[in-house]
């Protein structure tokens, strides 16, 4: 167990597992209960859980060819790290924050439209609660400013 022990480096084992994306969406098949039958809804959870677990797995992979000896002991390592992908990783870190971004948009006005037309227990159809969600994005994107927007939401996630 020693000689297992002492060949894993496990500082470098925990700052790899600190640079694990965050998967955003997959759940989503879950609340579609009465949209299609749950067989469907199962087998769409297991394929989404079996992506992000390649996801996660190839990421893994493609990082340790970055880790080196040498590459320090603190925060900085990962700056070290990045060094040799620096040129590109600032449009790479856009792309995936606007995708992220973009698919919990897309899953959250999903979920909105779907909780609008529960309470009003199917009055308001969902086609029409996705234009009120419009509306009301629309009507709060231009009564205030993007940091007021972000205040908002902070107030309602907490």
Do not use: G
């Given at each position: 167990m020693a000689a297992i022990s002492s060949a894993i480096d496990y500082y470098d084992l925990r700052v790899l597992l600190g640079l694990l994306i965050v998967v955003q969406g997959f759940e989503t098949s879950r609340y579609l209960g009465s949209e299609y039958p749950a067989k469907q809804r199962i087998a769409t959870m297991r394929a989404a859980q079996l992506l992000s677990a390649v996801i996660y797995l190839v990421f893994i992979g493609l990082t340790t060819v970055l880790f080196r000896k040498g590459l320090g002991a603190d925060v900085t390592a990962i700056i070290e790290?990045?060094?040799?992908?620096a040129v590109v990783l600032p449009i790479l870190l856009t792309i995936a924050a606007i995708g992220s971004q973009f698919s919990a948009a897309?899953?959250?006005d999903s979920g909105a439209g779907g909780l609008l037309e529960d309470i009003?227990?199917?009055k308001l159809p969902v086609r029409y609660a996705y234009l009120l969600i419009l509306l009301v994005t629309l009507g709060l994107t231009w009564a205030t400013n993007v940091n007021g927007i972000i205040a908002y939401a902070s107030r309602a996630f907490a």
């Open positions: 790290m990045t060094k040799p992908v897309v899953a959250d009003t227990h199917r």
